[in-house]
Nanobody
């Protein structure tokens, strides 16, 4: 089993930045594909960013590309999401997730483990 705990959310004004963290416990962290998703009220959960199967490649949704950066620290069992130039449409609950063998890491159904989420609110 893997337990995931997100932190770092909060209220920020448009143009600001936040850095989300996701601490993992359980099985060896480095063997999992890691991703971030978000869900706004009334919307479906959507893909934000992820590492590829090899861990060397990264994927981003079009709306976050160039503004968000996913990274990891295997020694700390932690994955991060640096979010810059935030805008009100980025307001959502952000979830980290991990899977043992994601083929398509942008699909939420591929993931085995989920955190409880951290709220990000961007004011205009």
């Amino acid at each position: 089993q893997v337990q995931l705990v997100e932190s770092g959310g909060g209220l920020v004004t448009a143009g600001g930045s936040l850095r989300l963290s996701c601490a993992a416990s359980g099985r060896p962290f480095s063997t999992y594909t890691k991703g971030w998703f978000r869900q706004a009220p009334g919307n479906k959960r959507e893909f934000v960013a992820a590492f590829g199967r090899s861990g060397d490649s990264t994927y981003y949704t079009d709306s976050t590309k160039g503004r968000f950066t996913i990274s990891r620290d295997n020694a700390k069992n932690t994955v991060y999401l640096q979010m810059n130039r935030l805008s009100p449409p980025d307001t959502a609950t952000y979830y980290c997730a991990m899977c043992t063998s994601c083929v398509e890491p942008y699909l939420s159904d591929e993931y085995d483990y989920w955190g409880r989420g951290t709220q990000v609110t961007v004011s205009s």
